[in-house]
């Protein structure tokens, strides 16, 4: 989803984003921790007809229900950081995850943060000693670092490059701050979405992905309610990337390979490895 997608996200929640160019957006202020049930229910954890194997890429599906009747499921891709090697490719605005998949022999690739009308990433990107995108102060948002096993989110104003990261990745908004929702209003804009959640101290990492298929329409959660679902979830810090038709992913769990790939092309893909 480009910047002129969030930019009708952003009227619809009521302001909750700043505008960048084809505007990105920015939280507003955290609220307090609040634990209750986000809007809809869960239904059960659907079971798995296999046991993935000690140290693997975990995968969990649950099947949401929103106040208007329609559904979507929330998947939960829970990483092993002590075990995982994380990279970023450049899709060069493809949509096949599933190819990235094979070609990395990897365990999950979802999609990246932000791109503009020019197809360039908007948002800094680090992997390792390269900066493939520089860090973007219009967008505001969060920055969520790996570094030495451990999982941190920042505000992007707060940013400030420290030796070590693995992975260095911007966007906006930040859904959960210091255990708290902080989306403070609830929009009517309903997507697809992608986010990376903090547990745990910084020892966990979850990726979520509440998905749709197209023929489904625009059935996923709104940015308020997707941020309370991952506060009930747990997560300590959670950042919303790229949604509506740039969200997807590839997986390769015990039954093999499962693809919901981007309803349209992606500049970055952030791709998942469990290392040998």
Known sequence: MGPADVDRVAALSALVLLGSTVSCSEPSRAEPPHRAEPDGGAAPV???LAVE???ALVHEARERHRHDGETYLLHRFRIPL???QIDVVDMEMRRDLGAVLEERRAALVINGGYYGTDSRPEGLVIVGD???SPLLARIGGGVVTIARGRAE???AA????APGIELAIQCSPALVVRG???IARHGE???SRTALCIRDGGRGLDVYVANVEPSRGRAGPTLYTFSRELQAEGCEEALNLDGGPSSGFAWRGPQGVITEPPRRGIRHAVVFTIAD
């Open 158 to 161: 707060d940013f400030r490059p």
């Open 153 to 155: 989110q920042r505000a």
């Open 53 to 55: 194997p000690p140290g």
């Open 189 to 191: 804009q309903t997507a």
């Open 46 to 48: 659907r079971p798995s």
């Open 180 to 182: 708290g929702a902080a």
């Open 82 to 84: 002590d075990l995982v």
């Open 130 to 132: 390269r900066t493939l």
